[in-house]
Structures are given as C-alpha cells and as structure tokens.
C-alpha cells in the first residue's frame, strides 16, 4: 500500500536523493547543455522547497518511493523564467526506478489535485519537456492541457511547456 504525505524535516535530504535519482535518466536522454540545466534546476527547487512549497512523499513498506513539489498559487516556481501562474504549480514529480509502473505518480498526482482543490484554486499547472514521455503521458491522460504562454526555454535546454488542469 501507497501513502502519501508531507515528507518530514528528517527525510528532506533521502527525499532528495530519491528525486535526483529518479531524474538521473535524463542525462542519456537529453543533450548534455539540456541534461546540465535540468540537473541544476532540480538541485535549486529542493534546496529552496521552502514555506510557500508543499513537499509530499510516496511511502510503501517504510521506504520512501516517490516525491512531488506543490507550489502555492502566484509563487515564483521557476525563479523568473516564466510568469506567475494564478494557480497552483507542481514540479518535480518522481518516482523511484524500482517502484515505477505501481500507481505511485497518479496517486502523487491525485494528491496534489486535492490540495489544489482545498485551496479553493480552480486549476493546477505544471512544466514539463519533451524528454518526459512517461510523465506527459500521465498528464494528457488526467486532461492537462497547453497552456503556451507559460513555456519557457532555458538557455542551451529544451523547451519547457506549462500546462493546467481545471479543476
């Protein structure tokens, strides 16, 4: 069985490590100059995932198996590269390599529509690029869909493409 909750003050850095490792595939996915700002911008949002951020963890069994970023409405998600959206934002969505193919993203994911939704918000975003195909895959599937004026291209990376959910 899956649960999800808010990580604790003691599981930040495992929490971390398990998101780093979960991104670790795109270094042969993705150009180097690409792969090199994605793994800065990982490294930057965990560092700083501070009051404003709602940092949920996937557990099975006592180990931590997925992790999920949800911003609050407004907040600066991305450090200036894009505008700030007047809903939600999640990011960094992960689940580890061994518990991959188990529900862990969609309830991740479900998790994050329902705090959406107790926040009274009427939409959640996200950014995501061409490189996650499994993760765009689960979010065409809830019904996210474009919303371009939110992209952003990160110098020497792929485009980052926003999309919202209505909720």
């Given at each position: 069985m899956v649960t999800i909750r808010p990580v604790r003050p003691e599981e930040r850095a495992a929490a971390a490590a398990l998101v780093?490792?979960?991104?670790?595939?795109?270094?042969?996915?993705?150009?180097?100059?690409?792969?090199?700002?994605?793994?800065?911008?990982?490294?930057?949002?965990?560092?700083?995932?501070?009051?404003?951020?709602?940092?949920?963890?996937?557990?099975?069994g006592g180990a931590?198996?997925?992790?999920?970023?949800?911003?609050?409405?407004?907040?600066?998600?991305?450090?200036?590269?894009?505008g700030r959206a007047p809903w939600p934002e999640l990011r960094l969505l992960a689940v580890a390599p061994e518990a991959r193919g188990a529900?862990?993203?969609?309830?991740?994911?479900?998790?994050?529509?329902?705090?959406?939704?107790?926040?009274?918000?009427?939409?959640?975003?996200?950014?995501?690029?061409?490189?996650?195909?499994a993760a765009r895959a689960l979010y065409a599937a809830m019904g996210f869909v474009r919303e371009p004026q939110y992209d952003f291209p990160p110098d020497g990376a792929e485009l980052v493409e926003a999309y919202r959910l209505a909720l």
């Open positions: 780093e490792r979960a991104y670790a595939e795109y270094a042969e996915r993705m150009m180097p100059a690409a792969w090199a700002a994605l793994r800065e911008a990982v490294g930057a949002a965990l560092a700083h995932a501070g009051a404003a951020v709602e940092w949920l963890v996937a557990e099975r931590l198996v997925g992790s999920v970023l949800l911003y609050a409405p407004a907040v600066d998600a991305y450090g200036g590269l894009t529900g862990v993203a969609r309830r991740l994911m479900d998790a994050c529509v329902a705090r959406t939704r107790a926040m009274g918000a009427d939409a959640l975003g996200l950014h995501t690029s061409s490189s996650m195909t």
